[in-house]
């Protein structure tokens, strides 16, 4: 072993051994009982104790109409193609094991043409998988094996991995993006008393095919080497303690011979070393914090070490939650420098945003470098049973002083954003109103320049309302409009609008309108409608969707329309997501 260099594979196989050590010197009976149950690769899959085995299977068929026409051929769609994509999960085991595999399989089809006598191929599915077919590849995405007994667990082949608020490590499934990255190593978690430890290595497995993006260029990704460790002290009066460590060993993409084996061979290029404080009912009040230190060993990182500290307050006097957090992170995001072109990240942490409404622009202050802030909130609920009614405020206050990077602004801003909104219910009625207005206001240049604000308010609501019977309708509108301060190259101030009417019949049937409009020039798909006429027409989305539940373990969907490229944010992670023009049939069954 040389220096920074780590193979920790062995040492921490030894968890496989040390548990049922353990649980031996508790019980006669080590796997008997009711154990910690750690989740299989699908974390919502069933309870096996009893044994058995289930699964789910889930179908995609995409007809994709494409905006492009081949030249002399402006009257043809010849590049519009057909993908279908099929993920299937198996689970199985008892209450001592349990075994979770899941596939996904992708085809194109109608992806080829001939033109004067040459055979075309429109896109290529695959760079690097290892597939027989020019337009089509199977993946074993995600094998994993769980054993489990009364001192703890230990997880062989694919798991998911965070550590305090996920500001040292946050590697976990996240669907609302189509981002499934696990470790593919091992894993154990030792209770120990009041302690429990846990200690993972592995390397990162992105996912290959996606489920409900386009899959045009697939590639088998860069396994990054991780491992980490963490000890929880736990019952100290109201106190609870923890500490952890991660080490990083990121892949090259200049380097093509860097794989799964010699990723562990290099040196250690970041160490991350953390704590966290979680006192409950200190004073009526439950408190949390956690530091985090970054050290950036490798000389092609764009700094030398970072940090974040994260701290909360939840209070709950009468009828009143209050919710106060901050934050100070610098240098954090350069860890996720070698993640980034596989569209994930190895770690996020609260990011304090209203996340559904983040734009270009300010998902450059979610992946700030240099960022500081508060958010407070305070909810009242009033009412009681069916009849409740909950108005809120919130208020979150940031600087950020990063410039570079996804910024648009050529100097630091002082942020503020306000949102307030109501939860409504009365019988089978409901309504979630949220609205608010934030401003980004840009420090003065150097030489006095003024650079102005950006400005964005937003607006959104679902409301349900019974109508006769079995017969309820949903309206989620929202909407918000953006105004950009001055850029060095000036970008066109925009609107958005989005709608959904959803009538559903029982349990069984839902049908749905949807409608998008955006002026915003910075979105790379073209609308399918011209209800506005003009050049706008082109920012006019539309679409239906007829969903059919027969039973609780089967959906099917039918779609035609289109819906817009846009930043999509969840969990701390943002993901650009292209739009989409077509018809699209999916069906879902658990057996």
């Not at 009711?34 to 104790?49: F, K």
């Not at 081949?70 to 198996?90: G, K, Q, T």
């Not at 407070?376 to 208020?395: C, M, N, Q, V």
Request: charged letters at 20%; proline letters at 5%; aromatic letters at 8%.
């Amino acid at each position: 072993m040389g220096a920074k260099t780590l193979r920790p594979a062995c040492f921490l196989a030894l968890i496989g051994l040390l548990l049922p050590v353990c649980a031996r010197a508790e019980d006669p009976d080590p796997l008997g009982g009711s154990a910690p149950e750690a989740p299989p690769v699908d974390a919502s899959g069933p309870n096996l104790a009893g044994g058995g085995t289930s699964g789910t299977e889930d179908l995609r068929v995409r007809y994709t109409h494409v905006a492009e026409k081949l030249p002399n051929f402006e009257d043809r769609s010849v590049l519009d193609y057909i993908e279908a994509v099929n993920r299937l999960d198996l689970t199985g085991g008892n209450a001592h094991w349990t075994v979770s595999l899941s596939g996904d399989a992708v085809a194109l089809f109608a992806n080829r043409y001939i033109l004067d006598g040459t055979l075309y191929h429109e896109r290529q599915l695959y760079t690097d998988l290892v597939s027989p077919f020019p337009d089509a590849a199977f993946q074993m995405e995600k094998v994993t094996a769980v054993g489990r007994a009364r001192a703890g667990t230990v997880t062989l082949g694919d798991s998911y991995e965070s550590f305090g608020r996920g500001i040292a490590v946050n590697i976990n499934k996240n669907t609302d993006i189509d981002v499934d990255t696990s470790i593919r190593g091992v894993s154990g978690l030792l209770h120990a008393g009041k302690i429990d430890l846990t200690a993972f290595t592995g390397i990162t497995n992105p996912q290959q095919i996606a489920l409900e993006n386009p899959n045009i260029g697939l590639h088998l990704g860069r396994n990054h080497a991780i491992t980490g460790a963490r000890a929880d002290i736990f019952g100290l009066g109201p106190v609870n303690l923890g500490a952890h460590g991660v080490i990083y060993q990121f892949a090259r993409a200049e380097d093509p011979t860097m794989n799964a084996l010699t990723t562990y061979d290099q040196p250690i290029d970041t160490a991350v070393g953390g704590a966290t404080v979680e006192a409950l009912g200190v004073g009526g009040v439950d408190y949390f914090v956690e530091g985090d230190y970054f050290d950036y060993i490798a000389t092609d990182l764009a700094a030398k070490s970072g940090g974040e500290v994260y701290v909360s307050g939840a209070a709950y006097p009468g009828v009143v939650t209050l919710l106060v957090e901050g934050k100070v992170q610098k240098n954090t995001e350069i860890l996720n420098t070698f993640a980034t072109p596989d569209n994930y990240e190895f770690a996020a942490g609260p990011t304090l945003e209203y996340e559904r409404v983040i734009t270009e622009d300010s998902t450059a202050a979610v992946n700030s470098n240099d960022l500081e802030g508060a958010r407070a909130r305070a909810d009242f609920r009033l009412g009681a049973g069916a009849d409740t009614l909950t108005p809120y405020i919130s208020e979150a206050v940031f600087h950020d002083g990063e410039t570079g990077g996804l910024h648009f602004n050529a100097t630091p801003e002082n942020i503020t954003h306000t949102v307030a909104g109501v939860t409504w219910a009365h019988g089978d009625s409901h309504l979630i109103l949220n609205g608010g207005f934030r401003l980004d206001r840009r420090e003065p240049g150097a030489d006095g320049t003024d650079y102005g604000a950006d400005r964005l308010a937003h607006l959104d609501a679902t409301l349900t309302v019974p109508i006769a019977g079995p017969v309820s309708v949903e309206i989620a509108p929202s909407g918000q409009a953006f105004h950009w301060g001055k850029n060095a190259q000036q970008q066109t101030d925009y609107l958005d609008f989005s709608g959904t009417l959803a009538v559903k019949v029982g349990g069984h049937w839902v049908a749905l309108l949807y409608n998008d409009y955006t002026s915003n020039p910075l979105v790379t798909s073209v609308g399918n409608l011209q209800f506005l006429g003009g050049d706008l027409g082109n920012d006019e989305y539309g679409a239906v969707e007829v969903q059919y539940k027969p039973t609780d373990s089967f959906t099917l969907k039918a779609f035609y329309g289109a819906y817009r490229a846009g930043i999509r944010c969840a969990g701390g992670q943002c993901r650009q997501l292209p739009g989409f023009n077509g018809a699209k049939l999916s069906a879902t069954a658990s057996f």
